[in-house]
């Protein structure tokens, strides 16, 4: 059952940018999500991911309203969560902005349902569209987990925290 609330205009006194630097303040894990088919296939760094049900296995991510993966996603029906590790802040980055990195420039397979996964993520979860919801500036996507597998050998992960892409440990030294 989908519960709707109309959300309230933020008070004058929080604004986007003040929003933003307190939550910089909420350590993440760093992803790289795909999608396509074989009319295209793009992604796009996120963090705003999280896992939200294990029966059965669901889980969350945000996408800009604008984002050049939303439509892919929707045509394509489903979409892939890469968890990046420490040394893969490069390819983070290079997803990261509004002219980010093509797929096709970036080693990558296809799982078995057809989406896109980076080659050397930390693990990976393939995911069935589930619903799509309103959420802001942005569209908040289930997905159903149809398919996973991790690194044979753990590494670091890649975090964000206060602005700054870096590995697990050297957060934990500031």
Request: hydrophobic share 40%; proline share 6%; glycine share 10%.
């Amino acid at each position: 059952m989908i519960h709707e609330t109309q959300l309230e205009p933020l008070p004058p006194e929080i604004d986007g940018a003040a929003l933003r630097q307190v939550c910089g303040h909420f350590a993440t894990g760093v992803t790289v999500i795909t999608a396509g088919d074989d009319e295209g296939a793009a992604g796009t760094t996120v963090n705003s991911f999280t896992s939200v049900s294990l029966e059965p296995p669901l889980v969350l991510i945000c996408l800009h309203e604008n984002s050049r993966l939303l439509p892919v996603v929707q045509r394509s029906q489903g979409f892939t969560v890469n968890f990046l590790t420490h040394q893969q802040e490069r390819l983070a980055w290079a997803f990261a902005g509004k002219q980010t990195a093509r797929l096709d420039e970036v080693d990558h397979h296809r799982a078995p349902s057809g989406q896109p996964v980076l080659n050397g993520a930390l693990a990976h979860l393939e995911c069935r569209l589930a619903a799509e919801y309103d959420g802001g500036d942005h569209s908040i996507l289930l997905g159903e987990v149809i398919g996973l597998a991790s690194a044979e050998e753990p590494e670091a992960p890649l975090i964000f925290f206060q602005g700054a892409m870096r590995g697990l440990a050297a957060a934990s030294a500031r």
